[in-house]
């Protein structure tokens, strides 16, 4: 049985998150935050999962070592 998997673009995903486009893309060239994908030359996407997946190992609540 696949499962189906819902991906966002940036802006869907720093709305969700609180925080802006910019900050994504930030992250995105220095290699940190959620895992994407490129759709093309201007064409980011997340996974829903995945970026779930990230906010519990890197947010406020996480415990740090």
């Given at each position: 049985m696949r499962?189906?998997?819902t991906y966002f673009s940036t802006p869907e995903?720093?709305?969700h998150l609180g925080v802006s486009a910019s900050w994504l893309n930030k992250l995105r060239m220095l290699g940190e935050g959620p895992?994407?994908?490129k759709l093309g030359a201007r064409c980011v996407v997340y996974e829903l999962g995945e970026v779930k997946a990230w906010v519990e190992q890197?947010?406020?609540g996480a415990r740090h070592g």
């Open positions: 499962v189906e998997k995903v720093a709305k895992r994407y994908y890197h947010g406020e």
